[in-house]
């Protein structure tokens, strides 16, 4: 499984960007699927998570109205469009699959996530 995660960019403080994660593999619709993102010096953050189905969302609450994460199981990707984006977004964005298929409560934790794309710098000025 390979994942690969594009779209990033350097934007200013309101703007809009749209994330793409590409999974290869014939299994993508059988997994949850998340962003997580890491700004320098800091942890790993949980941003956003969706089900197999993509009828069940997560959201962390600093991005919960702002970001909205879907998917394309056709295409095998998933994407998180980022609204009205603030300096405090800027960090790389990675996706990531959870470790067994089927829907799981546990969606935060970055350690429930076996495969990781390369990440993509995301970086909102002021």
């Known amino acids: 499984v390979q994942l690969q995660a594009f779209g990033g960019g350097l934007v200013q403080a309101g703007d809009s960007l749209k994330l793409s994660c590409a999974a290869s593999g014939r299994t993508f619709s059988s997994y949850q699927m998340a962003w997580f993102r890491q700004a320098p010096g800091k942890e790993r953050d949980f941003v956003a998570a969706?089900?197999?189905?993509?009828?069940?969302?997560y959201y962390s609450n600093s991005v919960k109205g702002r970001f909205t994460i879907s998917r394309d199981s056709a295409k095998a990707t998933v994407y998180l469009q980022m609204n009205s984006l603030k300096p405090e977004d800027t960090a790389v964005y990675s996706c990531?699959?959870?470790?067994?298929?089927?829907?799981?409560?546990?969606?935060?934790?970055?350690?429930?996530?076996?495969?990781w794309g390369q990440g993509t710098q995301v970086t909102v000025s002021s």
């Open positions: 990531a699959r959870y470790r067994v298929p089927g829907h799981s409560l546990r969606f935060a934790d970055p350690k429930d996530y076996d495969y």
């Open positions: 969706i089900s197999p189905s993509g009828g069940t969302t």
